[in-house]
């Protein structure tokens, strides 16, 4: 089934949202704002996983760090706690802004609140849904952003951030990140993190 209009219309306003990040991230030699390449790498990464799924799953995908920026991580202590609650506040902040913009769009309540649900992370590894944004948003991370995450910190950090990951997907979300195209150094810390237990 091709898109809905309304999808595609809430797809534009999510990309134009996340357009405005003043972050640049470069990729096969062009700019983008960072977190509208983001948003485009976790649809591209739920069609290649399960493309078979609710539409509330696909706007919840597109927009899981929507206007992420406008809330640094420096605005909170620098701490284990600090992180904790800026994560939270995030969540929070993402649903919100993803609220309005459907809402403009013209979604009935019915399909809002299913994405407020799935932004806020609510029943992890219980609901199938849920669940699937969780292994998308790993499997990004692993794809795309783990590597350079892995040159800037010790291996005993990387290996418990891979484990951490690693536990929060489905048996078949771990099944597809072993089919990523991940090379060299990153692959050998993945399957060490794996080998050595989660």
């Known amino acids: 089934m091709p898109p809905s209009a309304m999808l595609q219309k809430a797809f534009h306003l999510f990309d134009e949202a996340n357009g405005k990040d003043p972050n640049i991230e470069v990729f096969e030699g062009k700019s983008y704002p960072k977190e509208l390449l983001y948003a485009i790498r976790m649809t591209d990464a739920l069609n290649n996983f ?5 539409e509330a ?10 206007s ?9 202590e620098m701490n284990r706690v600090g992180y904790l609650k800026w994560r939270q506040e ?23 609140d299913q994405v407020e649900f799935l932004l806020l992370k609510k029943q992890l590894k219980k609901n199938l849904e849920t669940q699937t944004l969780e292994d998308v948003i790993c499997l990004v991370f692993l794809q795309y952003y783990f590597e350079p995450f892995a040159k800037k910190h010790p291996e005993d950090k990387v290996i ?7 536990r929060k997907m489905s048996t078949e ?4 990140a072993l089919k990523l195209p991940i090379q060299g150094d990153a692959l050998e810390l993945i399957k060490k993190a794996v080998a050595d237990g989660t």
């Open 90 to 112: 995030l969540k929070r902040f993402h649903a919100q802004k993803a609220s309005e913009i459907l809402t403009q769009v013209g979604y009935g309540q019915e399909v809002i």
């Open 173 to 176: 979300g771990q099944k597809a």
């Open 68 to 76: 992420r920026w406008e809330i640094p991580r420096e605005e909170y």
């Open 57 to 66: 799953l696909q706007l919840a995908v597109r927009c899981q760090h929507i």
């Open 50 to 54: 399960a493309p078979e799924t609710s």
């Open 160 to 166: 418990d951030i891979v484990q951490k990951t690693w």
